[in-house]
């Protein structure tokens, strides 16, 4: 079984900074790309960063400059640096992973519950 556990979310000003952190564990043989994605309401979830192995990264463009993914040595966990937020920045932050467990023979993405980011203005 796999779990990836988000922390980090929470109130903050406009202008203000967050750092997300996700956290993989269980029976996981190799992680590939791990990414955030956000969900504000009455939108569609839409990616934000992501990052692979190699630690090749891509991401959303109105997040470009503010926001950095980045990933531990071990690969197991990722972080959002989040800087001069803005309100619409304001969202549910879901860390998503591809991962290859023990048990199984291919890559399955799995998600975190969700992590709430509110930024006021």
């Known amino acids: 079984q796999v779990q990836l556990v988000e922390s980090g979310g929470g109130l903050v000003q406009a202008g203000g900074s967050l750092r997300l952190s996700c956290a993989a564990s269980?029976?996981?043989?190799?992680?590939?790309?791990m990414a955030w994605y956000r969900q504000a309401p009455g939108k569609q979830r839409e990616l934000v960063a992501s990052i692979n192995r190699l630690g090749t990264t891509n991401y959303a463009f109105s997040v470009m400059v503010r926001l950095t993914i980045s990933r531990d040595n071990a690969g197991n966990t990722v972080y959002l640096q989040m800087n001069s937020l803005e309100p619409e920045d304001t969202a549910v932050y879901y860390c998503?992973?591809?991962?290859?467990?023990?048990?199984?023979?291919?890559?399955?993405?799995?998600w975190g519950q969700g992590t709430q980011v509110t930024v006021s203005s």
């Open positions: 998503n992973a591809e991962i290859l467990t023990y048990t199984s023979a291919r890559f399955s993405p799995y």
């Open positions: 269980g029976s996981i043989f190799k992680i590939n790309h």
